[in-house]
């Protein structure tokens, strides 16, 4: 839900609370559209996110920060500038508008001044501006005079906020009223929660429509009319945040009121943070995944093509034999042929019926030679064969490691496990390394494995090839390991400690295998375990590429078996 008046309202009341006298420490900017000010208060450090995005538009606490971009761009420069080591005075709502205010005392070697950074919450429309006595020092969205903009934003223009929508305010109480009696004086029934909603959300300034239509059905339930209830609920609400979560568990959205199937929350900026976190999560790990799978369909594609040319040759080559028979035959036959003839018919010895086989030939060539020529043919054929033969399987072997990364990309769940796979496909030259930050700290640790506890027994899970290798290399040698056996999947190892493991933990080892697999959506997907000590990987092989022997298969149906997940 975009953030909207009746929101931002409370929520720059928490910060103000909350904020008001901290220190500005740091500032940096994770992308185009999102600012982060790290602002100590004197009791504890906070990260304020200010984001421009159109789905993500906000003024919110996090307990996250993202990665600063690595060469920071010309705002973050300026904020820099005139806000480090300023303190915050306040933060206001500007009337009954999605603009918050935040004011700070600036103070330098040579000057001392109020700049106000004003944080315009309007969906696509959304922008940061940055002033001191009303007039613009920078804009995150900046507009040109060839622009023929409505609004002028940039940097020595005076500020002008942005024009108010064609609404009512909620203050207008009693023409609201009278819009409201004309909207029912059309309708035979009265109008339920959802319709009122929608007309709160279009006659009222300030009000997105999950507001309004939660506005509407509580407004059912009392006597006041529609523009008492709206202005008090808009104005004097009290603030009882809640997120509310969908059938699956995701959160759909966050309100300042309780609402059905809503969670509470301690505060409306913890019910902002827990939204907006999730949904950034969510969007970050669906493009990640979007930009892995369409660089291992590019490089399936040409390995596909490769595949192709390689087998049409082969194709081409396969008359390699009969090419040498013709040769012979013509050799054992030259003084049958006449010199300049274009074909001849001979017996067939080496046909079990010995029937005859017609001989094309080229007429400006002997006969001696035209046998000749067959013998060169079939020599060519041959080394075509043997060169391709070892390349034919070298390609079905990448086409094979290929999928095995598409794989482990359909199981990701989260950007933990796209993390090394994305590291992998750089490493195959497949994908550009972004671009290191100067001072930057040191990389992060690899991810963990996935790990559960099952019966006293440790059952360790890899995201994906890399994983795989590593958990194999830390197995000991009388450890369990398991692999579907028709399917690309996850490694799985139960670490054995010395003792015997028991059938129900080999079943639950199994069918976590499975579930981490591309035969997740079916159901007794066989999977081989064995000792890790007779699983080897090959010198040179791809990551996750092993072999096996002395193995037993069992049938398993995929579970991921969450609740046993020893949480990371």
């Known amino acids: 839900m975009p953030q909207d008046a009746f929101h931002i309202r409370r929520i720059a009341r928490e910060l103000d609370a909350l904020l008001k006298g901290g220190k500005v420490n740091r500032v940096s900017q994770a992308d185009k559209d999102e600012v982060t000010l790290i602002i100590y208060t004197g009791k504890e450090t906070v990260k304020l996110v200010l984001s421009t995005n159109a789905s993500f538009a ?55 001044c109020e700049r106000v950074l004003r944080a315009e919450i309007m969906g ?9 006595n009303d007039v613009i020092l920078g804009a995150l969205k900046t507009t040109a005079l060839i622009d023929d903009a409505r609004r002028i934003l940039f940097a020595g223009a005076k500020y002008v906020y942005p024009a108010p929508q064609d609404k009512l305010s909620v203050c207008e109480a009693e023409t609201l009223d009278t819009r409201f009696e004309d909207f ?13 909603g929608k007309f709160l959300f279009e006659n009222v300034s300030g009000l997105a429509l999950p507001t309004a239509t939660e506005l509407a059905k509580r407004r059912q339930k009392t006597t006041d009319s529609i523009g008492v209830f709206v202005r008090d609920f808009c104005l004097t609400a009290p603030v009882e945040p809640c997120v509310l979560y969908g059938n699956d568990g995701t959160e759909k959205d966050f309100f300042a009121f309780p609402v059905a199937n809503g969670k509470p929350m301690p505060s409306l900026l913890k019910a902002a943070d827990v939204y907006y976190s999730a949904r950034e999560n969510r ?7 979007t930009r892995l799978e369409a660089v291992v369909r590019q490089l399936k594609k040409k390995q596909e093509k490769r595949l192709k040319e390689t087998l049409d040759r082969l194709q081409a080559a396969e008359g390699a034999e009969e090419n040498r028979i013709k040769g012979e035959l013509l050799t054992a036959n030259l003084y049958r042929i006449q010199k300049g003839a274009t074909e001849c018919t001979l017996e067939n010895w080496y046909s079990p019926d010995g029937e005859s086989v017609k001989i094309t030939l080229d007429p400006t060539l002997s006969p001696a030679a035209n046998a000749q020529r067959y013998f060169k043919l079939y020599n060519k054929q041959k080394r075509t064969k043997e060169a391709l033969a070892p390349r034919l399987d070298a390609e079905k072997a990448e086409i094979a490691y290929a999928e095995s990364i598409a794989a482990a990309i359909r199981a990701a769940e989260n950007l933990e496990d796209l993390k090394e796979t994305e590291a992998e496909l750089i490493g195959l030259g497949l994908m550009r390394p972004p671009k290191e930050k100067l001072g930057a700290k040191k990389k992060d640790p690899a991810a963990p494995f996935r790990e559960y506890l099952i019966e006293g027994f440790r059952v360790l899970s890899g995201r994906n090839n890399l994983q795989n290798d590593r958990l194999l290399k ?95």
């Open 58 to 112: 906000r003024v919110c606490l996090s307990q996250t920060e993202r990665e600063p971009a690595p060469i920071a761009p010309n705002f973050c420069m300026l904020l820099r500038k005139h806000l480090l080591g300023a303190e915050l005075l306040g933060v206001k709502q500007h009337e009954f508008e999605r603009i918050i205010e935040l004011s700070f005392h600036c103070v330098s070697d040579f000057s001392e």
């Open 124 to 132: 696509k429309y959304s922008n940061l501006v940055l002033t001191e």
């Open 184 to 196: 029912c004086a059309f309708r035979t029934e009265k109008p339920n929660a959802e319709e009122e």
């Open 283 to 289: 969007r970050a790990f669906t493009e990640k995944r």
């Open 474 to 568: 830390a197995a000991a040698e009388n450890d369990l390991w398991l692999h579907t056996q028709k399917y690309h999947s996850s490694h799985v190892i139960v670490i054995a400690g010395g003792k015997s493991v028991p059938e129900s933990v080999i079943k639950f080892a199994a069918e976590v295998c499975a579930y981490y697999s591309d035969g997740r959506e079916g159901d007794k997907i066989p999977v081989d375990y064995c000792l890790k000590k007779h699983v080897k990987k090959p010198p040179r092989s791809p990551a996750g590429f092993v072999v096996y022997t002395d193995y037993k298969t069992a049938l398993a149906t995929p579970n991921s078996h969450r609740e046993w997940a020893i949480e990371q």
